[in-house]
């Protein structure tokens, strides 16, 4: 795995980081990708895993834009390594009422969570299936399983996430490629969950929010799986978790 690398679409914070310095400490390059206007912010992610004695490298990419994404792969085989692991890691969490809800909004939804999921499993297969390994992980949400009221675009888009990563699985699977959806169902602690939930210091302290770390740690687990018993969906949560 020393000479290999995993791709990380949409590294940030939280969940994106850790699994990102996860796969470093395995030995992979962590790639990691966010907007072209935002890769400034993938510095400091970069430099940790790095300090650390892993490897890193950040681009520039919209995963919308299928020229973009196809070139990324490319360029990742070509100057850092074979493709070991593809994490797609964007979220697009947003919520307005159904009558709210704009056909821009909902194509955009569903352009980040689920169009630009199929452009990045679709290259991932690409690069893998001649070499007959590899691992393809999309990671969900609780709208993957169920729509809420508010959540219209977002549920839809993870709906057909879990479902490119079901087709994926059954179609990849016999030429030696894992693909698997996580469903992490849960507050994550993040900044973002820190500056909008009152309680979420009271929350982390009796584990009752998601750590990216250990979220990291059951991607790392599934690339490492036997083919002989292969997990295909996972769902995280924590122990208080209504579900």
Same mark, same amino acid.
């Given at each position: 795995?020393?000479?290999?690398? /995993? ?5 940030? +914070? ?14 992979? =390059? ?24 892993? @490897? ?18 490319? $360029?990742?085989? /070509?100057?850092?390594?074979? #493709? ?11 919520? *307005?009422?159904? &009558?709210? &809800? =704009? ?10 969570? /689920?169009? !630009? ?17 590899? &691992?393809?992980?999309? &990671? ?5 399983? %169920?729509?809420? +009221?508010?959540?219209?675009? *977002?549920?839809?888009? @993870?709906? /057909?996430?879990?479902? #490119?990563? $079901? ?22 602690? !993040? $900044?973002?969950?820190?500056?909008? #939930?009152? +309680? ?5 302290? %009796? ?5 990216? +770390?250990?979220?990291? @740690? ?6 490492? $799986?036997?083919?002989?018993?292969? =997990?295909?969906? #996972? ?6 978790? =209504?579900?």
């Amino acid at each position: 795995m020393s000479n290999g690398a /995993a791709l990380i679409i949409g590294a940030g +914070d939280a969940t994106g980081g850790a699994i990102a310095r996860a796969f470093a400490r395995e030995g992979l =390059t962590a790639c990691v990708t966010r907007r072209a206007r935002n890769l400034d912010l993938l510095g400091e992610l970069v430099a940790d895993i790095e300090a650390a004695g892993g @490897k890193a490298r950040a681009f520039g990419v919209d995963a919308r834009e299928e020229e973009a994404t196809t070139a990324l792969f490319n $360029q990742i085989e /070509a100057e850092v390594g074979p #493709l070991e692991v593809c994490v797609f890691n964007i979220g697009a969490n947003v919520r *307005f009422g159904i &009558t709210e &809800t =704009t056909a821009r909004v909902y194509q955009k939804v569903w352009e980040m969570a /689920a169009f !630009s999921g199929f452009i990045a499993g679709r290259e991932a297969a690409r690069v893998m299936k001649p070499r007959g390994r590899g &691992t393809i992980l999309f &990671t969900g949400a609780t709208a993957s399983i %169920r729509g809420r +009221d508010g959540f219209s675009a *977002f549920a839809g888009a @993870k709906h /057909a996430l879990r479902a #490119l990563a $079901q087709s994926m699985a059954r179609e990849l699977g016999p030429s030696g490629i894992h693909v698997a959806h996580i469903v992490v169902d849960g507050a994550i602690d !993040s $900044q973002f969950i820190r500056d909008n #939930l009152p +309680d979420a210091d009271e929350r982390r302290a %009796r584990d009752g929010l998601l750590i990216p +770390d250990e979220i990291a @740690k059951n991607y790392v687990w599934l690339h490492r $799986q036997h083919r002989s018993a292969w =997990t295909h969906e #996972l769902d995280l949560r924590p122990w208080n978790e =209504t579900w």
